[in-house]
């Protein structure tokens, strides 16, 4: 029997590409149609919106362990979230959590390892990328680090909370992204971190100046090995 997953959602676009990729890919394991039992919950994501703007991680946290106390009650065996920015939380989650945890942000670490990386530029809201959640788990793994620059970092904030997360993937949004990575692997990175799960709908890997990591859809895999362990 596979373990069931739990899934503490945020924004909708992300948490269904995750959703749906776990479910695609496990037919490909477990036969036709086929995948975990996935039990999912979200509060409105107006709900967190204001306190990740005020930096209010603590507030973040009891929404996270809300949803993960939901899915728990319902069988969920161990919990993902396909958001990268609400892993701050995470030291007011853990401690309290019914379920265990994957980590978005080891997930990618792991696998930026696998592929040799030896610095990624970071691409996400800007909270996540002046925040600790990828510089921690990468330099766990010897992996070092880079962020656009202050505008880079405002214009890409307005194009996730304005565009991404309502469903909007502009072609001139597109574009602004690929100009960032190019800026990036000027200054030495190898890999780009696609750190927003919205991200991974909008930047097409075949024309971005960097090798992506894909934090949504490598989440995403790593419950489905971890539920079929």
Not at 83 to 91: K, L, P, S
Request: hydrophobic share 40%.
């Amino acid at each position: 029997m596979a373990r069931h997953i739990g899934i503490v959602a945020c924004s909708a676009e992300g948490a269904a590409l995750c959703y749906r990729t776990i479910c695609r890919e496990a037919a490909e394991r477990m036969g036709e149609h086929n995948h975990p039992e996935i039990s999912m919950h979200a509060p409105p994501f107006a709900e967190y919106v204001g306190p990740i703007r005020a930096g209010d991680w603590r507030a973040v946290g009891r929404l996270m362990l809300s949803s993960a106390r939901k899915v728990a009650q319902i069988g969920a065996e161990f919990a993902i979230s396909p958001d990268n920015t609400i892993h701050q939380a995470m030291e007011f989650v853990l401690p309290h959590s019914p379920i265990p945890w994957l980590h978005i942000a080891e997930v990618v670490a792991r696998e930026a390892q696998r592929n040799s990386y030896r610095k990624l530029g970071i691409a996400g809201t800007k909270y996540l990328m002046t925040g600790p959640v990828y510089p921690d788990s990468l330099k766990a793994f010897g992996i070092e680090h880079a962020i656009p620059d202050a505008p880079q970092r405002e214009r890409i904030n307005e194009i996730i909370f304005g565009q991404l997360v309502c469903g909007s993937f502009t072609e001139a949004s597109r574009l602004y992204f690929n100009e960032v990575f190019a800026g990036l692997k000027r200054r030495g990175c190898d890999a780009a971190v696609l750190g927003c799960t919205e991200i991974p709908l909008l930047v097409d890997p075949a024309n971005c100046p960097l090798p992506t990591l894909d934090s949504t859809r490598l989440l995403a895999r790593a419950a489905l090995n971890h539920a079929l362990k």
